[in-house]
């Protein structure tokens, strides 16, 4: 905002506003206008809808460089002879994608994600749909588990991954 003097010296000032921005379209007007929220809304199961079109198998995503959550894969794989889960890493493209269908942020990496065709899995809930995908005994230690309360299960599973770097450390570049 400019303060304009009058010449000669009068006491009163005048202020002037700034132009107004004008945009192209109405569409444009529009998207300014709307709330934060729905600037930028995009249906993510619909766009990562081809995921799951030839293969509907669910799809694990896991932290590419932490040793704990690459380890976690590995077991997952020696334990999956049916091979009924697929894998993708947290920071990849692919995982970011997913990541907004599960509803978290593109950058969050603090939790393994269990992302099914119609649903998604986050901490200690990934975790035991995983165990119901692997052989014998993983469901039944998995529908044991579930009678523990979620808060204490989460509370668990969050005091592991805020420390999994320290205690287990990290790769430079994902294993898998």
Do not use: H
């Not at 300014?32 to 990562?48: I, K, N, Q, Y």
């Not at 896991?62 to 794989?77: E, P, S, T």
């Not at 990849?92 to 509803?103: E, I, M, N, T, V």
């Not at 692997?134 to 991954?161: E, G, I, M, T």
């Amino acid at each position: 905002m400019a303060l304009l003097l009058p010449p000669l010296g009068c006491s009163r000032l005048k202020t002037t506003s700034p132009a107004p921005v004008r945009l192209r379209s109405s569409a444009r007007l529009l998207a300014a206008l709307a709330p934060p929220s729905r600037r930028s809304e995009v249906d993510w199961v619909e766009a990562t809808s081809g995921f799951f079109e030839k293969d509907t198998r669910p799809i694990m995503l896991f932290d590419g460089v932490c040793n704990l959550c690459n380890g976690g894969v590995k077991f997952v794989r020696d334990n999956d002879r049916k091979r009924r889960i697929r894998f993708e890493a947290l920071q990849s493209d692919s995982g970011k994608k997913l990541l907004q269908r599960a509803g978290r942020a593109p950058d969050d990496i603090s939790s393994v994600v269990l992302v099914e065709k119609n649903r998604s899995y986050i901490k200690s809930e990934a975790v035991l749909k995983i165990m119901e995908y692997l052989d014998l005994p993983f469901p039944q230690l998995a529908s044991f588990l579930k009678l523990v309360p979620l808060f204490l299960r989460d509370l668990a599973y969050d005091n592991v991954a805020n420390n999994r770097y320290n205690i287990f450390g990290y790769s430079d570049s994902c294993e898998i």
